[in-house]
């Protein structure tokens, strides 16, 4: 069965303007480099999907956050200043401010948004099993904040729309981005319908500066948020080990009914904004292992792609997460020299220390880690 590669040339409207690290280009660069690596034949498929209406933005966002985000964006577009501007602190951080006019970038995240319910319901009538938005990942949004150039969170509309909608119970977000999901991770942070699951840089390093070993969720929720900070570089081996020692045990334990996955490029040695140390041929792996595990839900899984701050090497990073994913058999090669100090893993025995510590914060809430 081909994957469904959910993309619309809108979203190069998803721009913050010249000089901004989020520029919308990526979404014409990548859909290029497809199609010239890979023919779509009966691998894939490109679908539009349409913008989000807002019943489905009140799923997930204040309603006063959606009229400030939408009225702002559009003043901003027409060189307007919006009367409301002087609010912009309250509903977004300094990093979402566009520099110059911003184009249509608010009606491109809710594009983003009609990608993730597009994903969800393609994947619950059957008639795809994997499904990839390209675009998204949206994963700093909060419900009535966007920050770190996240407008509306697809992540958590994805969950919660199978909650709500198709009625699931135990949904998997693995985040494996550079930075960790803040938005996402507080809005299912008490909630143990969602096992949230992320691989990040380690916060006393990057943005935003969350998700530490012991941030594990509360209330009902305690020990269903799993943070796992990797240490400065971190390679291939090290993020090899966590899937081995955690990702894939908790994941077996706690049989999702489907998998979202969301992250881009950026964990590579080369990205522009990070420190992490994964080759190109890390990406494929990841695709690999969770393709391997979505057999727990009958290969049900939605991955949104859209990070990635070096635009020579995003391309081959998506390209290879999506081929591990979907089973390409073709090989995606390393577009820029290995640095001597990314030949091996020199964070492994750091990582080995930061998988011992997660399975320590969480030995009381799965039986993998030790649960008496």
């Known amino acids: 069965m081909p994957i469904a590669i959910l993309h619309r040339e809108e979203l190069k409207e998803y721009d913050f303007g010249p000089g901004h690290p989020f520029r919308g280009d990526r979404y014409e660069i990548f859909p290029r480099f497809l199609r010239e690596t890979l023919p779509e034949d009966d691998n894939y498929r490109i679908l539009p999907a349409d913008p989000a209406v807002e019943d489905d933005l009140l799923l997930i966002c204040h309603k006063a956050y959606i009229d400030f985000t939408r009225d702002y964006f559009k003043a901003a577009n ?4 919006y009367a409301g501007g002087f609010g912009f602190s309250r509903y977004h ?7 110059g006019r911003p184009g249509k970038l608010e009606e491109a995240a809710r594009l983003m948004i009609g990608q993730a319910k597009m994903a969800v319901d393609l994947v619950q009538t059957g008639e795809y099993e994997k499904v990839v938005c390209i675009g998204g990942n949206m994963h700093h ?4 904040y966007g920050e770190g150039f996240c407008l509306y969170n697809d992540n958590a509309f994805a969950a919660k ?3 709500e909608k198709h009625g699931l119970e135990r949904i998997l977000i693995l985040d494996t981005d550079a930075h960790q999901g803040n938005g996402t991770c507080e ?3 008490s909630d143990p319908r969602v096992l949230f699951i992320d691989l990040h840089q380690d916060p006393r390093t990057l943005y935003p500066g969350t998700g530490f070993a012991n941030e594990i969720g509360e209330g009902a929720g305690k020990g269903y948020t799993i943070n796992v900070p990797m240490p400065v570089y971190a390679g291939y081996d090290s993020y090899q080990l966590v899937f081995e020692e955690i990702v894939q045990p908790v994941t077996e334990e706690f049989e999702p009914q489907i998998i979202i996955r969301n992250g881009g490029s950026d964990p590579h040695f080369a990205d522009g904004l990070t420190n992490l140390g994964l080759p190109v041929r890390g990406f494929r792996m990841i695709g690999e292992r969770v393709r391997r595990m979505s057999g727990i839900c009958h290969g049900k899984e939605i991955a949104m792609i859209g990070s990635g701050y070096n635009k020579e090497v995003l ?17 995606v090669e390393e577009p820029v020299s290995i640095p001597q100090r990314f030949q091996t893993d020199s964070s492994f025995e750091d990582t080995k220390k930061i998988v011992e510590q997660v399975k320590t914060y969480h030995h009381n809430y799965w039986k993998c880690f030790g649960q008496g």
């Open 161 to 163: 729309y199978l909650m």
């Open 78 to 81: 027409l060189g307007l200043s």
């Open 187 to 189: 809005y299912f942070y």
């Open 93 to 99: 951080s300094g990093d979402n401010i566009p520099r």
């Open 315 to 331: 391309p081959y990073a998506w390209m290879a997460l999506i081929s591990g994913l979907a089973d390409f058999n073709i090989e």
């Open 141 to 144: 949004a909060k419900p009535d």
